[in-house]
């Protein structure tokens, strides 16, 4: 079965970078888009960015556009999100989600897109 694990997550203080790491198991990685999603405490689930299973296509939130990066590495099954510049506003629980596309330059934003999630890794930033 379709397994993520995202892992990274942390404390930092403001200003700070982290990257989180999702790895796959049990599918075609180069088959599937992956996103970012976060969720705040009392906020609902937000998207944050996406790259498409070629990885040659990337979207973002306008909140995190310039501060975050998001890779992939086909051949060790992981999606990464560099973040960098880190605010308090940036703390949430981090999830990664995946779906097969058939367009290798797709990029999923929404989340009735995505099958696939991951448990979440906890993100704080601390001023």
């Known amino acids: 079965q379709v397994q993520l694990v995202e892992s990274g997550g942390g404390l930092m203080q403001a200003g700070g970078s982290l990257r989180l790491s999702c790895a796959a198991s049990?599918?075609?990685?180069?088959?599937?888009?992956m996103g970012w999603f976060r969720q705040a405490p009392g906020k609902e689930r937000e998207f944050v960015g996406a790259?498409?299973?070629?990885?040659?296509?990337?979207g973002y939130a306008d909140s995190v556009k310039g501060r975050f990066t998001i890779s992939r590495d086909n051949a060790k099954n992981t999606a990464y999100l560099l973040m960098n510049s880190l605010k308090l506003e940036d703390t949430a629980v981090y999830y990664c989600?995946?779906?097969?596309?058939?367009?290798?330059?797709?990029?999923?934003?929404?989340?009735?897109?995505?099958?696939?999630w991951g448990q979440g890794t906890q993100v704080t930033v601390s001023s």
């Open positions: 989600a995946a779906d097969i596309t058939l367009l290798s330059t797709s990029v999923l934003r929404d989340q009735s897109q995505y099958r696939y």
């Open positions: 049990g599918l075609t990685f180069s088959s599937y888009a």
């Open positions: 790259i498409s299973r070629s990885a040659g296509n990337t």
